[in-house]
């Protein structure tokens, strides 16, 4: 069922005029308004009113910053995540079995785990880094290098390469 389309009326026009002078975008007062952005585009230009791209911009930078918070907490995340995982390479375990005609549960503590459960987890470890590097890369120089490498070389005497 198609919905027939409310008319624009003088209050529509100053309410478009009175929230636009307040410094709203088109799409917020669409929104205030119950109305589509492009009844609002259509009762701006009658109005002789211009819509700029200003408060977008500030909010897509806002947007920005908060996902780039976002990946760097879950970036510090995964990588405490990868150093508990490698860790536990290295304390003591419980390995456990369930078998037998009866199938019953043994379990025995063991000094590390096995071989096998230690590739797991490196596996997992190694994921877990890798995902931490992705949503924050290394910060480099103006010569390509991490920054680590830059301290490095200049803990070595190296400085700045020759040209």
Not at 37 to 47: D, E, K, N, V, Y
Not at 79 to 90: E, G, K
Not at 111 to 119: H, I, L, N, Q, T
């Amino acid at each position: 069922m198609a919905r027939t389309p409310r008319p624009v009326g003088e209050d529509d026009e100053r309410q478009v005029r009175e929230l636009h002078a307040q410094g709203l975008g088109r799409n917020e007062i669409a929104r205030r308004l119950e109305r589509s952005g492009r009844t609002i585009s259509i009762i701006a230009a009658r109005l002789n009113l211009e819509f700029t791209t200003e408060g977008t911009e500030k909010a897509t930078r806002h947007r920005t910053a908060q996902l780039a918070e976002k990946r760097a907490i879950l970036a510090d995340a995964l990588t405490d995540d990868a150093l508990r995982l490698t860790a536990q390479m290295w304390e003591p375990a419980v390995v456990f079995n369930i078998g037998g005609k009866d199938n019953e549960y043994t379990e025995q503590p063991v000094p590390e785990p096995p071989p096998a459960d230690k590739r797991a987890l490196m596996a997992a470890a190694t994921s877990a880094a890798a995902q931490s590097l992705r949503l924050v890369p290394p910060e480099t120089d103006t010569q390509g290098l991490a920054a680590v490498d830059a301290w490095l070389r200049d803990m070595m005497g190296g400085g700045a390469p020759a040209e």
